[in-house]
């Protein structure tokens, strides 16, 4: 898909037109296309149903609990939707955010942290590493398990 194409979609989307709809209106078999060029170009798409309405979003929504949350993968996440990684919800992992303050920069996109201590949920800085790449990360992972063994 060109540049311009995608330029056209976002502008269509961007005004309220579904990932559907703007695939129809460009000739396209699926809104998956269009998501995946989004996707690929790092722009921001709705959550699925629809658009969260302004009044609804965040600390306006009644269901509020102060935008920190535990998933059921123990990942402790924090609202900041202007965050660079932030997912389409506007969660961030919090111990991206934390090792980014150890660092005093941004994460590049290929640096991965690691839990020391194999817990999720503990994001203290003595208890993450941060990686360069995700290549470097298994390889610690082999060694570690090669060490129990």
């Not at 005004?15 to 809104?31: F, I, N, Y």
């Not at 090792?99 to 999720?120: F, I, Q, S, T, Y």
Request: glycine content about 10%; hydrophobic content about 35%.
């Amino acid at each position: 898909m060109a540049d311009e194409m995608v330029t056209e979609a976002y502008r269509l989307y961007s005004e309220g037109m579904t990932l559907c709809q703007v695939a129809d209106k460009m000739g396209l078999k699926s809104g998956t296309t269009i998501l995946y060029h989004f996707q690929r170009e790092g722009l921001k798409t709705r959550p699925r149903g629809g658009a969260v309405k302004e009044s609804q979003a965040g600390p306006e929504n009644g269901n509020w609990k102060g935008g920190r949350v535990a998933g059921t993968d123990r990942y402790v996440r924090v609202w900041m939707p202007d965050h660079h990684r932030a997912d389409t919800g506007g969660y961030v992992f919090e111990h991206v955010l934390v090792a980014e303050m150890m660092l005093g920069r941004p994460l590049l996109p290929e640096e991965v942290v690691h839990h020391k201590n194999a817990l999720k949920d503990d994001n203290r800085p003595r208890n993450l590493l941060v990686f360069p790449e995700q290549s470097d990360h298994a390889t610690h992972h082999q060694r570690e398990r090669r060490l129990e063994a």
